[in-house]
């Protein structure tokens, strides 16, 4: 097997399984930058893969081949509304965000589960007739080498993803909007002084870590699995998670993490097809990611550091 | 109101309030409330063998709950029960097919290297908070994983031959018996209850009535302060992990030794370990609140699997309420402040 044909499996199908990760540690993100500690990543990407998978099933005849791109949507909705709960528990009612985070975990999946049952009256759903496929994309597929390799059978949401991240890169670092998020997550008071609505901003961060979380999960289930059950989703969001920390919550860190942890995750399945990798124990490639973050946090790969107020309450008049 | 009322009224309306939340949602869904909460009773108290198997399920969780209940009184967030519980239920069960020995030295044997291993396990993040102030809550999630892929590892390719289940443990090893099963009508009901008790007075006795716990309580109220005191911080932080650790091992001894009596390649998490947290903050964190919060969350969790066959409600519903109760409990600043409302109704 020759280092092209290597390439032309390993690049895409890391492609495919970075997308929902870098989706996900964004909206990571946009929760921890602007201060609230957001665990309940995987829970958003259960209510992602849920609402995305049951949408899909029941409106295929009317929509068509258009039924996963308005799935995305119809998830990131149901996903910005489920954060919500996160939101008024850890920002409103005081909540330690951990423990709210943890609540949210426990209660999308019983919620979907009790849901899919009452649906369908099993504890799984039908599989979709139409998921993101296998595409070429036109042109850039005809550049030589490289267009075999990144561009030829792939998956849209990979692109999607990956100019997601810059998009993010742009709106956290380049407006008046990301500076405000930022400012609320590292020194509340201070920005209070400065006339911004500590509360709203971070009611935003949550809500649209939400949406990004639901899109991750939807992304997941209609490119991955093609059905919802109890396993769907489980620890794609806290690799999230791991993968906004391994990217110093940085947009752009995530997205290279993302691709990193989506190559480990894609060798540790389609390694065994491969020359070299079959030899090395599955379980070396299954723990990558964990032991990096965690290697990333104790300093031995450049120090990450959490935004200064993530995971305190502001409380308007305390010093 | 007293600050010592409202601590035990607290969880008692976040309970309700999950249960009635869990009402509305069965209405809403076409359920009948009643049949439901009477096939749950039914499910964890109507038969002597469902009561024997609520005993068996409250084993792992209290020991689960006090696990972070321990780590909670020192101000640390042990997330990572789950891979703890995992770690102690491989070790426990690699001693208990690997060994022949007499009872009196084996079953000792199996339990101890259950308690070394969650110990092990948690003195990793316990160590990494101590000397780099990493923060808890994402190392043990980490660590979560990283168990599940070893202990999934260890049992395919090092305890068996490539096989998604190891052999039953010896004889010698187990924690059931043949008593204490025929008078519950042979549910799968074990001495490891006792253990569970025995570790909830040993915390109580250890954080309340002994020097050394009041250090760690010490840590938890302020660091600074106990720092000012002369009390070694670092070192009351791992300790308090690797104590965690211990008493989380052992619940996966609980259900290696116990319950199950082998161990399975895992697809994913168990759950005890994240049951555990909710069972810790429902009790306050203290012993004996994580007793009886412990007995309500595995009654719940057992009776549950009696709603599909008696009332046609899907199990679901209680994990949904589990949930609930665990927001509820987190929100526990706003049930204070109506509380506050409440009884100063007219005093403004």
């Given at each position: 097997m020759s280092l092209m044909e290597i390439l032309t499996i390993v690049v895409p199908s890391t492609l495919l399984w970075a997308a929902p990760l870098i989706f996900t540690a964004l909206g990571g993100i946009f929760s921890e930058r602007s201060g609230v500690v957001n665990i309940g990543l995987e829970g958003l990407m259960v209510i992602g893969a849920f609402s995305s998978i049951v949408f899909n099933l029941t409106f295929v005849d009317t929509f068509g081949s258009a039924t996963p791109w308005i799935a995305l949507l119809v998830a990131m909705a149901a996903g910005a509304l489920f954060s919500m709960l996160h939101a008024v528990a850890s920002i409103t009612f005081r909540a330690d965000h951990t423990v709210s985070g943890v609540a949210i975990n426990l209660l999308a999946v019983g919620v979907c589960l009790f849901l899919v049952k009452q649906i369908y009256g099993k504890g799984e759903t039908g599989i979709i007739r139409e998921g993101f496929r296998k595409i070429d994309v036109p042109v850039l597929k005809d550049i030589p080498i490289i267009g075999e390799i990144f561009f030829q059978n792939t998956y849209w949401t990979s692109f999607v993803a990956i100019i997601a991240a810059i998009i993010g890169w742009y709106v956290v670092y380049k407006t008046p909007f990301g500076l405000r998020l930022r400012s609320v997550g590292e020194h509340p008071m201070a920005a209070d002084t400065m006339g911004i609505n500590v509360t709203k901003m971070r009611y935003l961060g949550v809500i649209i870590s939400g949406a990004l979380g639901g899109i991750g999960g939807a992304v997941y289930a209609q490119s991955i699995t093609s059905n919802f059950s109890h396993a769907t989703i489980s620890g794609q969001g806290f690799m999230a998670l791991a993968a906004m920390i391994f990217g110093k919550w940085h947009p752009l860190g995530a997205l290279g993490a993302g691709i990193f942890f989506g190559f480990a995750q894609s060798i540790s399945i389609i390694g065994s097809s491969l020359p070299f990798l079959?030899?090395?124990?599955n379980v070396y490639l299954l723990v990558a990611p964990y032991v990096l973050t965690i290697l990333a946090l104790t300093g031995f790969i450049g120090r990450a550091d959490a935004p200064?107020?993530?995971?305190t309450h502001y409380i308007k008049g305390t010093r | 109101m007293s600050k010592r009322l409202s601590s035990i009224l607290t969880p008692i309306i976040a309970v309700l309030l999950g249960v009635i939340v869990g009402t509305i949602i069965m209405l809403a869904s076409g359920y009948d409330p009643v049949a439901a909460y009477t096939a749950l009773w039914n499910g964890a108290f109507g038969d002597i063998y469902y009561t024997g198997e609520v005993i068996r399920q409250v084993t792992p969780y209290i020991l689960a709950g006090l696990a972070v209940a321990f780590a909670f009184r020192v101000g640390l967030f042990n997330i990572g029960v789950e891979g703890q519980f995992l770690v102690g239920w491989l070790a426990a069960v690699w001693v208990g097919v690997s060994f022949d020995l007499p009872r009196i030295i084996h079953l000792p044997l199996a339990i101890i290297a259950s308690i070394v291993a969650g110990a092990l396990w948690a003195f990793i993040p316990g160590l990494l908070k101590a000397r780099f102030r990493v923060h808890e809550v994402i190392i043990t999630i980490m660590m979560n994983y990283v168990a599940l892929h070893i202990s999934n590892y260890i049992i395919k390719n090092v305890i068996t031959d490539h096989k998604d289940k190891t052999d039953m443990i010896k004889d010698s090893a187990t924690l059931r018996s043949e008593w204490l099963q025929s008078l519950t009508d042979y549910s799968r009901l074990h001495w490891g209850i006792l253990i569970a008790i025995v570790c909830c007075i040993l915390m109580w006795f250890l954080l309340e009535r002994t020097t050394r716990g009041f250090e760690l309580r010490s840590v938890g109220f302020n660091q600074h302060a106990a720092h000012y005191a002369g009390m070694s911080v670092n070192k009351n932080i791992i300790l308090s992990m690797v104590i965690s650790g211990a008493f989380a091992g052992l619940a996966g001894a609980m259900e290696g030794l116990g319950t199950f009596g082998y161990a399975t390649v895992n697809g994913g998490f168990t759950g005890v370990g994240f049951d555990g947290i909710a069972v810790a903050l429902l009790g306050a964190n203290t012993s004996l609140g994580v007793f009886f919060s412990a007995i309500l969350f595995g009654a719940l969790k057992v009776g549950a699997l009696n709603m599909p066959l008696?009332?046609?409600?899907?199990?679901?519903l209680v994990d949904i309420i589990i949930a609930l109760i665990v927001f509820f409990v987190a929100s526990s600043y706003i049930i204070r402040v109506f509380l506050d409302r409440f009884t100063k109704k007219g005093v403004k």
């Open positions: 079959k030899e090395i124990p200064k107020a993530s995971g | 008696e009332a046609g409600v899907p199990n679901e």
